[in-house]
C-alpha cells in the first residue's frame, strides 16, 4: 500500500506544472528510497546530475553523502532520500518562498506515506521550510518534535571539510535513535 501510494505521487511529481520550474527541467526529482522508510534525509533541491537522471543526491554532494552515511553505518538503499523542492532551480539558486510553499505539500505528502521515524533537515532549506527555523550551526545535532533532527548539507560539508566530523556524528544520531525507537517498541510488545 504504501509503495502503491509513493508510486502514485512521484507520478504526480514529475508531471507536476505547478510552478515554472517545470519549464526548465529535464526531469523532475522526487526521491528514492524504501517505503515505509524509518529515516528520511531532506535535501535542497535537486543540482545538474539529479535533473538529469531524475534522481536525488548522485553528484559530488552526493558522493560525499554516501561516505558520511557508510562511515555512519548507514546503508543508503535503507534511507529514504529527498529535497524540500523537486525540480532543479537555474544555474543552481536558491529556490524561491514561492517555491518551497509550491512544492511543501509533495513533500508533505511523502512523510504521510512514508511514517518516517527520523527526518534529517540537511541545510537552512529544510530547516525553514518543515521547521520554520535557520541557523543550522546552532540547531544541528539537536532532536526536535521527538523526530526532527537538524545537520548541515552536504555541499557546505563539501565546502568546508572541517564540517565532516560532526555531519557525520549527526547521522550516527539518526541511526541511535532508529535503533533505540525499536527497542522501545520491542520492551511494549
Ligand atoms: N542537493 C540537494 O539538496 N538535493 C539533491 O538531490 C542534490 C543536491
Redesign the pocket.
Known amino acids: 500500500m504504501n509503495q502503491a501510494d509513493l508510486s502514485r505521487l512521484h507520478q504526480q511529481i514529475r508531471a507536476c506544472q505547478l510552478c515554472p520550474l517545470c519549464e526548465g527541467r529535464n526531469f523532475a526529482?522526487p526521491g528514492s528510497g524504501p517505503a515505509p522508510a524509518e529515516i528520511m534525509l531532506v535535501?535542497?533541491?535537486?543540482?545538474r546530475?539529479?535533473d538529469l537522471k531524475g534522481l536525488?543526491?548522485?553528484?559530488r554532494?552526493?558522493k560525499l553523502l554516501d561516505g558520511a552515511l557508510g562511515q555512519a553505518g548507514l546503508e543508503r538503499s535503507k534511507v529514504f532520500?529527498?529535497?524540500?523542492i523537486k525540480c532543479r532551480p537555474p544555474q543552481n539558486r536558491k529556490p524561491k518562498k514561492a517555491e518551497i510553499d509550491q512544492c511543501r505539500p509533495y513533500l508533505q505528502a511523502q512523510i504521510d506515506i512514508l511514517h518516517p521515524k527520523i527526518i534529517c533537515l540537511?541545510?537552512n532549506?529544510a530547516a525553514m521550510a518543515i521547521l520554520g527555523k535557520q541557523g543550522v550551526t546552532s540547531l544541528r545535532g539537536q532532536i526536535l518534535q521527538d523526530r526532527f533532527l537538524v545537520t548541515y548539507?552536504?555541499?557546505a560539508v563539501l565546502r568546508n571539510r572541517n564540517l565532516m566530523e560532526e555531519f557525520v556524528s549527526d547521522l550516527k544520531k539518526a541511526g541511535l535513535m532508529q535503533r533505540h525507537l525499536h527497542s522501545e517498541l520491542f520492551r511494549k510488545g
Open positions: 526529482v535535501g535542497e533541491a535537486p543540482g546530475e539529479e536525488p543526491f548522485i553528484g554532494a552526493g532520500i529527498t529535497s524540500v540537511m541545510g532549506t548539507h552536504p555541499a
